[in-house]
């Protein structure tokens, strides 16, 4: 969903390249706060939803704190996710992909 333009972000383009780019590995550096975590927990699910999984995906952050956030916001997304039709199944699946 795109947000009126008087609210987006100065680096709102930057930002939707890195959710929606699915060929290719991306590297986001910003500042703490800046909202890292949430865009990569939209990447990493429409990645899942693209390519039906997330078993082979590498995410990688600086430390255990900010990896262990990152698993718990990607778990909650799945959580969030409806249990019929065709997100169902990918719930399923997702669901036990995360260690």
Partial sequence: MRMPEATRPADAVAREMIVSEV???VSVEASAGTGKTFLM??????LARHFGGIDRM?????GEA????????????IAAMPDEGGDGELKRRLSGQIP
């Fill in 41 to 46: 927990t939209d990447r990493v699910m429409r």
């Fill in 23 to 25: 060929s290719r590995s």
């Fill in 58 to 62: 590498a995410v990688l952050t600086f």
């Fill in 66 to 77: 900010a990896a262990a956030e990152l698993r718990r916001r990607i778990r909650s997304r």
